[in-house]
């Protein structure tokens, strides 16, 4: 084609940010046909984007001949190991090391630190306990939907006898997190990304009901007084409360952004929740008036919540430098143990049918238990890397949740650690709950599904 | 389902098959993810021993089933999770941000550098690539270098095939973006052209 002027520089029009991130996928095989077809339709008209591919054309072909299977190592070559070489070191380092026990620290006075607040460890299942955009709307009523469907539930058997069913959601990637357990045998749950609660009845029907607030980001969920359960709902700073037939109110928190994360009661009818994007505590009547408490300068910010065999409430806190538990009466007196550096990543607490805490940490790759009294003693888990992220108490044990590592462990409240292991495909365990029957019920995150071992 | 005899252990041979045919992949994986080789062998060692172990124990995926896509993803997954740590503790910053509500970057021109032979272009590549987060890096290294679907992808990063997606697209465009430089309009234009008379 003859040109007499050289052509213009291409620029962007208005509808190439919406094309933008497909642009990168239209080599990887990612984009669905009528996708692709689109994509190419805008392509033809489009100068601005055909450079944009060419420049993915040309990072393709760098990729491949600098990272690839075949690009040469200009290091020193690569020694293959051998299976005899495996099998030795195998035999090597096999054995679980021993527990230990320390003491940990009261906090004493500090001064005030700066604070950066850090997400869970579910940062690998992108699921993290992070304070994001607030959203300040008006919450209101809602009535439930008619009806509700059954799910195919799937079981299989693992080593040891025991069943692990599944019951899949219809929503893809509806993201469950948070899971409770009423007494009729229900299962609750949060829908972070589909912003619904679902129930599951013991007859395997199955409701989800929408939370009034769009994009309220729910994560945590906790049975109530009178049968209601409670949650949050991280980006729209609300406390929501929903009735056994589907009725969600919501309270918004008084203080702005405060990220509330995790909620339990305190009996008679209290509950009280962690506002981890502002470091306070939150206490919220069943007619919704909340009370805050501000925790001191550097106490850091709260996670996961639980009610202690004292009557106070006991709560995980993270500072930029430590992984601490903190303790708060009802009347509002705070305390604090040093369990460690930040670097253990502590996530999940529970109180043990010990009277003891019992909390994972995820990179630490331990579960720890500590005393009202503060006397600590850690357990490693067998495998290295499991990230175990949430603990819950039944039977008289814990049951707990290794993410990367794809496991359900139990463990006694003398150390003694059992594992299951879930199939990688129904992996990205989450959030976990105890029946009164024994099972234990969790959230699977990328099988998006919520799954029962018995 | 059928739950009648429990798994038996993958046979040491299809083991040996799997390493000798996995491990190089595999450490190309983790190489271009921690940048160093010496850290990389080891990380690849171990991911086999504890592979080992957990067939010695019939432990799903080493089974006389022999299902070798979902071993390969095994062995990618645990991999990830230990490059992972091992990134987390060379660097202070304790967590990776999700990012997933930072706005998009305005797109600019670009056009690659004028490199003049292989060890500068790819020590571009892996200084571009290092520039990502790693999980994004991984998932790029998923896709484009071993071939996994965003479904599988998400399988080993314990995360949804959705957010598996949007960030094999984030990264590549993350990628481009550090891989390439800001050109003249000139040397922009000529890309633009010779691209125009590629389209049909």
Request: glycine share 8%; aromatic share 6%; proline share 8%.
């Amino acid at each position: 084609m003859m040109k007499s002027d050289p052509p213009a520089v291409p620029v962007p029009g208005p509808l190439c940010s919406v094309y933008a991130p497909l642009l990168p996928l239209l080599s990887t095989g990612e984009l669905a046909a009528e996708e692709t077809a689109t994509v190419r339709e805008h392509l033809f008209g489009c100068a601005w984007c055909r450079a944009q591919v060419a420049t993915y054309d040309i990072l393709d072909a760098a990729i491949q001949r600098h990272l690839g299977a075949d690009s040469p190592n200009l290091e020193a070559p690569y020694h293959p190991l051998s299976l005899e070489r495996v099998t030795r070191l195998a035999r090597q380092t096999s054995g679980m090391p021993a527990s230990r026990t320390t003491h940990a620290t009261r906090q004493a006075r500090r001064p005030p630190q700066m604070l950066r607040f850090l997400s869970g460890a579910g940062a690998l299942a992108a699921v993290l306990l992070i304070a994001v955009l607030a959203q300040l709307t008006l919450g209101s009523h809602t009535r439930p939907p008619k009806g509700g469907t059954s799910s195919l539930v799937t079981c299989t058997t693992l080593t040891g006898g025991h069943r692990l069913c599944e019951h899949p959601l219809p929503t893809p990637d509806s993201q469950p997190a948070g899971i409770a357990i009423a007494p009729d045998g229900s299962v609750w749950f949060t829908e972070q990304q589909t912003n619904r609660i679902g129930q599951l009845t013991p007859d395997g029907t199955l409701r989800e009901y929408p939370i009034p607030t769009a994009a309220s980001d729910p994560f945590a969920i906790t049975l109530g007084p009178g049968g209601d359960f409670w949650f949050t709902e991280r980006s729209a700073n609300k406390i929501g409360r929903i009735t056994p037939q589907g009725t969600i109110t919501e309270f918004t928190v008084p203080t702005v952004a405060s990220a509330p994360t995790d909620i339990v009661l305190a009996p008679p009818q209290d509950l009280w929740f962690t506002e981890s994007g502002a470091s306070q505590i939150g206490r919220i009547t069943p007619q919704g008036i909340v009370t805050e408490f501000s925790l001191p300068a550097g106490a850091g910010a709260p996670t996961d919540i639980v009610l202690g065999p004292d009557d106070a409430v006991w709560f995980l806190l993270i500072t930029s430098s430590e992984s601490k538990i903190g303790r708060l009466t009802r009347d509002g007196a705070f305390s604090a143990f040093t369990i460690g550096p930040v670097g253990l990543e502590t996530a999940g607490l529970a109180a043990g049918p010990d009277g003891a805490l019992w909390f994972a940490e995820s990179r630490g790759n331990a579960i720890g238990r500590m005393t009202i009294g503060g006397a600590m003693t850690t357990y490693p888990l067998p495998e290295a890397h499991s990230l175990p992220l949430t603990i819950a108490s039944a039977a008289g044990n814990l049951w707990f949740l290794e993410q990367a590592g794809n496991r359900i462990g139990m463990i006694t409240v003398s150390g003694a650690i059992t594992e299951y292991a879930v199939p990688l495909g129904k992996s990205g365990l989450l959030g976990i709950a105890t029946a009164a029957d024994g099972s234990v019920w969790f959230t699977q995150l990328s099988a998006n599904a919520i799954g029962q071992l018995t | 389902m059928s739950d009648t005899l429990a798994p038996r252990p993958v046979a040491a041979a299809t083991f040996a098959d799997y390493l000798d045919r996995m491990q190089l992949p595999l450490f190309r994986f983790v190489h271009n993810l921690l940048g160093e080789a010496e850290q990389a062998r080891d990380l690849v060692q171990e991911v086999f021993v504890e592979a080992w172990r957990a067939s010695q124990r019939a432990a799903p995926p080493f089974t006389s089933a022999d299902d070798e896509a979902a071993v390969r993803r095994w062995i990618f997954h645990a991999a990830y999770h230990r490059a992972i740590s091992a990134i987390r503790r060379r660097r202070l910053i304790a967590w990776e941000s999700l990012d997933m509500l930072r706005p998009p970057e305005a797109d600019r021109y670009y056009a690659p550098h004028p490199v003049e032979d292989q060890v500068a272009e790819r020590d571009l590549m892996q200084s571009a690539l290092a520039s990502l987060v790693p999980s994004d890096a991984a998932c790029l290294l998923l896709n484009a270098v071993h071939g996994f679907t965003s479904a599988e992808i998400a399988e080993i990063l314990a995360t949804t095939p959705a957010a598996a997606k949007r960030r094999l697209s984030r990264a590549k465009q993350r990628l481009r973006n550090a891989y390439f430089a800001v050109q003249e309009p000139a040397v922009a234009t000529a890309i633009a052209a010779e691209s125009e008379e590629r389209t049909p």
